[in-house]
């Protein structure tokens, strides 16, 4: 029941911008880390981005000042505001965070969302 549907993936020319979102629906009781990830044809999946519940955020070299990652905790949701996109930004984004799901449990378990499509191409 719980899951996280990512949205906002398409089309784009090199150097314009999209703005990707991620929202954890379910029987959520508190989300802790919440990371974005993607995934370019034939190589591994690489983390882009990462944000604390208080709001901390961390990012991959490759995307240092161009990607911005935010959330809404009232909405369960996070975002990442990609900038300045290069051909080398195309991949499946994929949406992770770390949910407790449960009044019996003070632990989190990890999440995947099933990912959106973002090409950067002319």
């Known amino acids: 029941q719980v899951q996280l549907v990512e949205s906002g993936g398409g089309l784009v020319q090199p150097g314009g911008s999209l703005r990707l979102s991620c929202a954890a629906s379910?029987?959520?009781?508190?989300?802790?880390?919440m990371r974005w990830y993607r995934q370019a044809p034939g190589k591994q999946r690489e983390s882009v981005a990462n944000?604390?519940?208080?709001?901390?955020?961390t990012y991959a070299d490759p995307v240092k000042g161009r990607f911005t990652i935010s959330r809404d905790n009232a909405k369960n949701t996070v975002y990442l505001q990609m900038n300045s996109l290069k051909s080398g930004d195309t991949a499946v984004y994929y949406c992770?965070?770390?949910?407790?799901?449960?009044?019996?449990?003070?632990?989190?378990?990890?999440?995947w969302g099933q990912g959106t499509q973002v090409t950067v191409s002319a």
């Open positions: 992770n965070a770390d949910l407790r799901t449960t009044w019996r449990s003070l632990s989190y378990n990890n999440y």
């Open positions: 944000i604390t519940s208080g709001g901390s955020a």
């Open positions: 379910g029987s959520i009781i508190s989300i802790n880390a």
